[in-house]
């Protein structure tokens, strides 16, 4: 059967050329016109994002001079806390301290011997034990400055013992306490749990 738009009547041509304009149109969309929007719409989104990051750099930035302020005030605050809490032992140096402070409250120290460091979360506990000659007014002015020490140090378990047949006013007891000191700890021991006693501490 031979069919050609030339026999068919002019409202049927043009119809099918509508038809087949309809169908070019529609084809060109669904192929092209609509993948290239969607991709172009996919690519905006990435760029509002990509705004948006810029936008919170920029703001980061503008506040850099303010988060330098506040490093170098924090680092500050830990060199005042090394004062309080070191992070190192050194018996040496607190022995002088002590010892500087008993001979000024007119104590002598007879015994000072470190115990073993019991090691928590962030810091470590180191006790001393210590041996007192004076009096009780002597004994009360040496707990107060040393008290006043940067550096802390608590007194505790302390036991008083009075003499029967005093030397000398200024020597009237013994006592003997428990000076605790702190060390500031980067991170645990490699090995040791919080509460954990290490090997007992020398330059007793």
């Known amino acids: 059967m031979d069919i050609s738009l030339t026999k068919l009547p002019w409202y049927a041509q043009v119809g099918a050329f509508v038809l087949l304009a309809v169908g070019g149109i529609g084809g060109y969309y669904y192929y092209y016109e609509w993948p290239t929007r ?110 006043k020490f940067t550096r802390i140090v608590n007194i505790s378990a302390l036991n008083v013992r009075g003499k029967d047949k005093p030397s000398a006013a200024s020597s009237t007891l013994s006592a003997t306490c428990t000076a605790t000191t702190f060390v500031l700890m980067d991170k645990p021991a490699p090995g040791k749990k919080p509460g954990a006693k290490p090997a007992a501490a020398k330059g007793a």
């Open 38 to 147: 969607a991709d172009m719409e996919s690519r905006e989104t990435q760029l509002k994002s990509i705004r948006a990051d810029l936008a919170k750099g920029y703001a980061t930035a503008k506040r850099l001079p303010e988060f330098r302020a506040q490093v170098e005030e924090l680092q500050g605050r830990l060199e005042g806390l090394k004062s309080v809490l070191p992070d190192e032992k050194d018996a040496g140096d607190l022995l002088r301290r002590l010892q500087t402070v008993a001979t000024q409250s007119n104590l002598t120290i007879k015994s000072f011997k470190p115990a073993p460091t019991v090691t928590k979360t962030l810091h470590a506990e180191w006790p001393i034990s210590l041996e007192l000659d004076g009096n009780y007014h002597n004994l009360a002015i040496f707990f107060d400055r040393v008290s």
